[in-house]
C-alpha cells in the first residue's frame, strides 16, 4: 500500500482528564472534508466505496492503527469512525494521521473487532458502516448482534444513527444468553439516550439482562440500567437473596441527548458510581431491594435493549425513546475514561483539529532525487577531479618530453 497523502488529526489535551495517559483508548472521529469524497465525486479517493483511507499512528503512514469505519459518506466526504489509539497521552497534544489515496486498494482497511480491547463484551454503534447494514451488529469479537422485536426504527442519533422503540406496541431489541456477557467481577455500562415523549409510564430498560425469556421477567437476573417514570434512574442486579436497585434522582429535559455511565462491583455496595455528561452525580443514590449486594446471579439471561415493561411482562407504550453508542465493559472504566469520552463524542470537531493535506509521494520522490543527487553530484566530482588529475599528468608527461627532448638535443 502506498498513499499519496495524510491529514494529522491533533488532539486537545484540555479535553483528556487524568493524571496518567490512556492505553488503548478507544475515541470517536468525526470529520468532513472534500479529499475524503471519491474521485467520481470531486474527491481523491479512487475505490468507489472510500476504502483507500486509513488510521495510522505515525506521519510515515507505516504502523496503521485498529478502526472501525461508522460511517463514510463518499459524496460528501463525511468519515466517522471509532479508532484505537495505542496511548492518548493526558498532558500534552496527540496526533494520529488520516493516510489516503491508494489505487490499489480494493478493501476496507478496517479492523473492527480489533478496534475494541477484549475486555468490551458488546459494542453496538447502531451505524450502517460501509455494508450500510451493520446498525444491529455487535462490534467485538464476541457477535453479541442483535435481533429485532417488532420493528425499532434506524434514525438519527448522537452519534451517526440510533435505535427509536417510539412507534408501536413491542419494539425493542435483544441478544440471546452468551458467556461473555455474564460478568461477575466489575461491569461498566456507557450509552447515550434520550426521550422525547414528556408523558412517560412505564419502566424503560435501557440496557439489561433480566429476562429468561423475551415474555417472564426472572426475579434472579443478571444486571441492567433502567429509567423509571418517577424520574430515577437505576442499576440493578440479582444476587441469591433477591434484586437489588440503586436509584439516583434524575432531572432529565426531553429531547436531549444524555451520556451515561454507570460502573459496579458486584458485591461491593459502596462501589457504585453514576456519571452524566461526564459528572459524578452518585452522591444521594441508595440502595433498595430484597437482596443484600452480594455476588451477582449466573443464570441464562437475553439481554434487552430500549425495552419498556410491566411486572407481568414486556412492552412498549410509545414513550419516544432512542439509545445509541451501547458499551458493555467487564472492569472499572473510572471517572476520567468517562469524562473523557464525554468530551470526546459530545463534541469529536473541537476534541480533534484535522491539518491540511500533505503530499506523502512528492515529499518522498524529493527525498529520494535529493540523494540521488547528491550521489550523482559527489560521483561526478570524484570523475572529474580524476580526469583533471590523468589530465595534469598527462600534459606534465608531454611538457616534459618535449622540453626534456629539446634539451638533449641542445
Not at 455494508?131 to 417488532?150: K, V
Not at 454507570?262 to 452522591?283: A, H, Q
Not at 458493555?328 to 470526546?344: M, P, R
Amino acid at each position: 500500500m502506498a498513499y499519496s497523502y495524510y491529514r494529522e488529526l491533533t488532539s486537545d489535551n484540555t479535553k483528556v482528564i487524568g493524571t496518567s495517559n490512556f492505553t488503548n483508548y478507544v475515541a470517536l472521529v468525526d470529520v468532513t472534508n472534500d479529499d475524503f469524497k471519491t474521485t467520481a465525486n470531486g474527491g481523491l479517493l479512487e475505490n468507489a466505496n472510500g476504502y483507500d483511507l486509513a488510521f495510522f499512528d505515525d506521519s510515515g503512514l507505516s504502523t496503521q492503527i485498529d478502526h472501525h469505519i461508522l460511517l463514510h459518506d463518499v459524496t460528501t466526504g463525511h468519515v466517522i469512525a471509532k479508532v484505537e489509539i495505542p496511548i492518548l497521552l493526558y498532558n500534552s497534544d496527540d496526533s494520529i494521521y488520516i493516510g489516503y489515496t491508494d489505487s490499489g486498494i480494493s478493501a476496507s482497511q478496517e479492523d473492527i473487532a480489533g478496534t475494541y480491547p477484549t475486555s468490551f463484551k458488546a459494542v453496538y454503534p447502531f451505524d450502517p458502516g460501509y455494508s450500510g447494514s451493520d446498525q444491529l451488529l455487535d462490534a467485538t469479537s464476541n457477535n453479541n448482534d442483535l435481533t429485532n422485536s417488532g420493528t425499532t426504527e434506524d434514525t438519527s442519533g448522537k452519534i451517526a444513527s440510533s435505535r427509536d422503540n417510539a412507534d408501536t406496541v413491542s419494539q425493542y431489541l435483544y441478544a440471546g444468553d452468551d458467556p461473555s456477557l455474564k460478568i461477575t467481577g466489575s461491569i461498566s455500562i456507557k450509552c447515550w439516550f434520550k426521550f422525547d415523549n414528556s408523558s412517560r409510564s412505564d419502566i424503560v430498560y435501557m440496557v439489561g439482562k433480566e429476562r429468561s425469556n423475551l415474555s417472564t421477567k426472572n426475579n434472579t437476573g443478571n444486571y441492567g440500567l433502567r429509567y423509571d417514570p418517577s424520574g430515577i434512574m437505576y442499576f440493578f442486579y440479582f444476587d441469591t437473596g433477591g434484586s437489588n436497585f440503586w436509584g439516583k434522582s434524575l432531572s432529565l429535559t426531553n429531547n436531549t441527548w444524555y451520556h451515561v455511565v454507570v460502573e459496579y462491583t458486584f458485591g461491593t455496595g459502596s462501589s457504585i458510581k453514576l456519571y452524566i455528561d461526564g459528572v459524578d452525580v452518585t452522591s444521594g443514590g441508595s440502595w433498595a431491594g430484597s437482596g443484600s449486594q452480594g455476588a451477582v446471579g449466573t443464570e441464562s439471561n437475553w439481554l434487552t435493549i430500549g425495552a419498556e415493561a410491566v411486572e407481568s411482562g414486556i412492552r412498549n407504550d410509545d414513550e419516544g425513546f432512542q439509545i445509541d453508542d451501547i458499551m458493555i465493559h467487564s472492569g472499572i472504566l473510572g471517572n476520567d475514561w468517562a469524562t473523557t469520552n464525554y468530551n470526546n463524542e459530545d463534541s469529536p470537531a473541537t476534541f480533534w483539529t484535522l491539518g491540511s493535506r500533505v503530499e506523502v509521494s512528492a515529499g518522498g520522490n524529493i527525498d529520494k532525487f535529493g540523494d540521488i543527487s547528491w550521489a550523482n553530484i559527489s560521483k561526478a566530482g570524484d570523475v572529474a577531479k580524476a580526469s583533471i588529475s590523468k589530465i595534469g599528468d598527462v600534459a606534465n608527461m608531454v611538457i616534459s618530453t618535449l622540453f626534456g627532448g629539446q634539451h638533449a638535443r641542445a
